[in-house]
């Protein structure tokens, strides 16, 4: 179409289905990018129906470090991606989001508004386990280092998130999370130790009768993160760099019950190298997990020494 943007149009014939009309638009400006592709098929045999995918994403810049991000996806039944996904990924998608961001960025500040919701794909799914629509959420965050001699550096987050939903229980929830660590590191190693709070409390609709209707908690949170990085040259023209990364992090967080807060977005993800060394167990806000432990873990990771193109990670914790 144009240097900065173009269309490519892709009709695929489905032999017991019928022809399916897919395109993608592409865009380039001085202050953003997108896409927008989708797929339609008039009068699918199989479905008896007609059958259709849309997806929009999109970055503008604006003026003053602020920033709109679009990101939306929707389908026309809830069977489409089982029947039309290239891949077992986008098959077995439960839930289809659809999320519009308005953030200002800089080096010490971000703050944003957002507003999401689901289009659930899970038709066995029960209505009231499906995901809540956040209308919005209100989000800041600031980091730094404090004036002084020591390596002090901080961390705060506030959030204030309206989440609905017809089935449950929802409303209000307003976390607020400061922390502070000490940095210490030099040529292969590092030693953090650090201390935050975890602070939660909600503002709910449809309880149940005598159920509290603001439950809060507040919890400490210390660590002690600490580990090495040795490192050598290897090959005949001295063309790898192997590192051997040993790491150790010890973790406190008092028990507190938990129960008579909701869940709103919270999950337990699987155990991987990142979530062995995180602070919470948890994805989400609606629950901290306790903790009295510590992680161990190794990591070795090969380069090309002359471009630091990494071929080879791996790592046992």
């Known amino acids: 179409i144009a240097p900065q943007q173009d269309f ?23 202050r953003g990018r997108g896409t ?110 404090l004036p002084g001699a020591l390596p002090l550096y901080y961390d705060a987050y506030v959030e204030a998130a309206n989440f609905h939903h017809d089935e449950v229980v929802d409303g209000w929830r307003l976390h607020a999370a400061p922390r502070l660590e000490l940095d210490y590191g030099g040529a292969g190693w590092f030693v953090r130790p650090a201390a935050g709070l975890d602070a939660t409390r909600y503002s709910l609709h449809g309880t149940a009768p005598g159920q509290d209707r603001t ?8 660590s002690l993160d600490t580990g090495l990085l040795f490192e050598t040259i290897n090959g005949s023209r001295q063309q790898r760099r192997i590192t051997l990364e040993p790491r150790l992090m010890y973790l406190y967080v008092p028990y507190e019950d938990q129960s008579d807060l909701p869940v709103f977005d919270t999950g337990e993800p699987d155990l991987n190298w990142v ?43």
């Open 215 to 222: 439950p809060s908690r507040v919890l400490p949170m210390l």
């Open 36 to 145: 927008v592709e989708g797929n339609i098929l008039p009068g699918d045999k199989r479905a008896d129906s007609t059958r259709s995918r849309l997806k929009v994403q999109g970055i503008t810049e604006l003026s003053g470090n602020w920033r709109v991000t679009l990101d939306a996806a929707n389908v026309s039944d809830t069977r489409y991606l089982e029947d039309f996904a290239r891949g077992t990924d986008d098959a077995s998608t439960p839930f289809l989001s659809r999320m519009a961001l308005v953030e200002y960025r800089d080096d010490r500040l971000d703050l944003g508004i957002m507003w999401r919701n689901f289009q659930t794909l899970d038709a066995a799914l029960p209505q009231e386990e499906r995901p809540h629509t956040e209308l919005p959420r209100i989000f800041a965050r600031s980091d730094g280092r």
């Open 8 to 30: 490519t149009f892709t009709p695929t014939w489905y032999s017991n289905r019928g022809v399916d009309f897919g395109g993608e638009y592409r865009f380039l400006t001085r």
């Open 275 to 317: 979530e062995l060394f995180r602070d919470n167990r948890y994805v989400g806000l609606d629950r901290r997990s306790d903790a009295n432990q510590v992680s161990a873990g190794v990591t070795t990771q090969l380069y090309s020494s002359r471009t630091g193109q990494r071929y080879l990670s791996a790592t046992v914790g």
